[in-house]
T-cell receptor, first 116, second 114 residues
Framework: AQKITQTQPGMFVQEKEAVTLDCTYDTSDQSYGLFWYKQPSSGEMIFLIYQGSYDEQNATEGRYSLNFQKARKSANLVISASQLGDSAMYFCAMREANTGFQKLVFGTGTRLLVSP | KAGVTQTPRYLIKTRGQQVTLSCSPISGHRSVSWYQQTPGQGLQFLFEYFSETQRNKGNFPGRFSGRQFSNSRSEMNVSTLELGDSALYLC?????????????FGPGTRLTVT
């Protein structure tokens, strides 16, 4: 069974600094996708970045980058130049890529607080 | 392009009652998934619909059911509500089933069972 582990319940960072949110995963599948979502206090899940298991390069989307280390089964999110609006819950998630199903397995999340 | 919409946004029900939540996916999206989010259990997959067919189901009791209409709009129903059903219910839509597309989530329906 797939499992996502986020070991940091909370993280603090000062504005304009970079921060890394940890995510490790466990799966026996060869083909899978890894996602990061942001959830502000409003509740909506906002897609940030995606990494496929066969992608050779780390994914980047603006200030977000995903540090994908396949052998270590880790998919850490790096946020560069943090902004106050980045304060939110962040979830790492995984999806099997071969089944055609959309089911996501989520980690427990990390609450990020950005201070001025 | 309008995003995923969910109605109602907030709902208060009493134990034993039933509830129906609605989700309208992004225009053109045919896959709709539902998730339950609670402080204790986190985010858990409920079910996925594609072209009016349930394709996948999570580990929830039969009190939780859903359906999808020909216009891809989806509803989920919870019968005989229990206190533990209090949660944020999130709906997500995708253009197709499978593939590398992200899922676009709606704002959620916050259900409180008293």
């Amino acid at each position: 069974a797939q499992k996502i582990t986020q070991t940091q319940p909370g993280m603090f960072v000062q504005e304009k600094e970079a921060v890394t949110l940890d995510c490790t995963y466990d799966t026996s599948d060869q083909s899978y996708g890894l996602f990061w979502y942001k959830q502000p206090s409003s509740g909506e899940m906002i897609f940030l970045i995606y990494q496929g298991s066969y992608d050779e390069q780390n994914a980047t989307e603006g200030r977000y980058s995903l540090n994908f280390q396949k052998a270590r089964k880790s998919a850490n999110l790096v946020i560069s130049a943090s902004q106050l609006g980045d304060s939110a819950m962040y979830f790492c998630a995984m999806r099997e890529a071969n089944t055609g199903f959309q089911k996501l397995v989520f980690g427990t999340g990390t609450r990020l607080l950005v201070s001025p | 392009k309008a995003g995923v919409t969910q109605t109602p946004r907030y709902l208060i029900k009493t134990r034993g009652q039933q509830v129906t939540l609605s989700c309208s996916p992004i225009s053109g999206h045919r896959s709709v998934s539902w998730y339950q989010q609670t402080p204790g259990q986190g985010l858990q997959f409920l079910f996925e619909y594609f072209s009016e067919t349930q394709r996948n189901k999570g580990n929830f009791p039969g009190r939780f059911s859903g359906r999808q209409f020909s216009n891809s709009r989806s509803e989920m129903n919870v019968s005989t509500l229990e206190l533990g059903d209090s949660a944020l219910y999130l709906c997500a839509s995708s253009p197709i089933a499978g593939g590398s597309y992200e899922q676009y989530f709606g704002p959620g329906t916050r259900l409180t069972v008293t």
